[in-house]
């Protein structure tokens, strides 16, 4: 599956912005899918990922209350609504996606965990 990531920019510090993963090439509802970001100098980190169904979500603790993850199978793509967005978001966000045929409700953490990985989009939080 190819994974098309969109929807980065600059932003201040209190805004929000909606990241977009499009999938092609494989049958979208077929994975689980997660948001991943790298701030410079450090390593890549998690943020939040969602079941292929949809029902189950996981975020990170410094983005939950703030992220939401969702699935639009239709279009196939997943969402990530960032609001009151802080200097420390500033980073490049990866979407990725996992097959998970057997677990329709399992959400997935590890980076390692992730066979597809998008170009990723910078997203700069100004204060």
């Known amino acids: 599956v190819q994974l098309q990531a969109s929807g980065g920019g600059l932003v201040q510090a209190g805004d929000s912005l909606r990241l977009s993963c499009t999938a092609s090439?494989?049958?979208?509802?077929?994975?689980?899918m997660g948001w991943f970001r790298q701030a410079p100098g450090k390593e890549r980190e998690y943020v939040a990922s969602i079941s292929r169904t949809g029902y189950t979500t996981n975020y990170a603790y410094d983005v939950k209350g703030r992220f939401t993850i969702s699935r639009d199978v239709a279009e196939s793509t997943v969402y990530l609504q960032m609001s009151s967005l802080k200097v420390d978001d500033t980073a490049i966000y990866y979407c990725?996606?996992?097959?998970?045929?057997?677990?329709?409700?399992?959400?997935?953490?590890?980076?390692?965990?992730?066979?597809?990985w998008g170009q990723g989009t910078q997203v700069t939080v100004s204060s």
């Open positions: 090439g494989r049958t979208f509802s077929g994975y689980g």
């Open positions: 990725a996606a996992v097959e998970s045929p057997l677990r329709p409700n399992v959400y997935y953490v590890s980076p390692h965990m992730y066979t597809y």
